[in-house]
């Protein structure tokens, strides 16, 4: 891979990983490009790698220019284009600021001036010993969880979710696939949430990406044996409102439902 570091436009470094690279801004950059680990994800333009430094694991995402193909096709779908690592490096950051949990950011690169080819990275901490929530959830149906642990879990979810929506932010892929799961006992639940690369943040979550959001994590718990008692809980943990008023909210909630039953329609 060849990289102009002279081009380098923004380069943050965790202070215990600098020491593990050359003090030269430019070096740097081209050394944790090159860095190599084990694949979990290869995607036109992306890579997301484990890798280890200094006997520590984490996890880095490597963007190397999505090409102007990529980018004329979701203006022409009206989506905004991913084009680097900026949107989860500043997604991360903001989590930490809100205590949402989260993986830590620990490293960001940028180099170049043409969207279409601009490379860059993050690297992030390693979520350890935690299991995700699509796995957690797979045989709720013929063995149902305990009632105060799917309780919890419903309430954790609602909160991230309210947190996230009220202060700006939409994930975009939001499903329970996403969500990971670390727990010792039911008073030391910890779940966290992953793969920011297509958050946005705004002044305010205009209400199209938050039904967006909502409609996703309804298609994605379709099939996990949820009640309407566990939806209405969820409303109401998420709305901070009484069930009487949260249901005031209907066409709300039906956007939700008919855009979540569109997903489950598209992927037949």
């Known amino acids: 891979m060849t990289i102009d570091t002279r081009l380098v436009m923004k380069l943050v470094i965790n202070d215990n990983l600098k020491k593990f690279f050359s003090s030269s801004k430019t070096k740097l950059f081209s050394e944790i490009m090159s860095l190599a680990g084990e694949s979990f994800r290869s995607l036109d333009g992306r890579k997301t790698k484990r890798i280890i430094i200094g006997n520590e694991s984490y996890f880095i995402k490597q963007h190397v220019g999505v090409g102007y193909k990529e980018i004329i096709k979701n203006i022409f779908q009206l989506r905004l284009p991913i084009i680097s690592a900026k949107n989860e490096w500043e ?50 149906t013929k063995s149902p969880p305990p009632f105060a642990f799917k309780h919890k879990l419903i309430k954790e979810v609602a909160m991230m979710a309210r ?28 779940l966290y949430l992953i793969d920011w690369h297509r958050a946005e943040i705004r002044r305010k979550t205009k ?33 901070n409102k009484s069930l009487r008023e949260t249901l005031k909210d209907n066409d709300f909630w039906q956007k939700v439902k008919i855009r979540g039953s569109l997903y489950r329609d598209r992927n037949k």
Not at 166 to 173: E, L, V
Not at 209 to 226: H, M, N, P, Q, R
Request: aromatic share 12%; glycine share 4%.
């Open 91 to 140: 997604a991360l950051n903001k989590c930490q600021e809100l205590k949402i949990k989260a993986p830590k950011p620990l490293a960001f690169g940028q180099c170049g001036l043409n969207p279409a080819h601009l490379k860059s990275f993050i690297i992030m901490e390693e979520l350890q010993k935690m299991t995700s929530l699509e796995d957690v959830c797979r045989d709720w």
């Open 163 to 190: 947190c996230m929506h009220i202060h700006g932010m939409n994930h975009r892929d939001f499903y329970i696939c996403h969500f990971f799961l670390k727990m010792t006992s039911l008073d030391d639940l910890q």
């Open 207 to 239: 209400e199209r990406w938050i039904v967006k959001d909502l409609a996703g994590l309804f298609f994605s718990c379709k099939e996990i044996g949820l009640t309407q008692r566990d939806w209405y809980r969820f409303m109401t943990i998420y709305s």
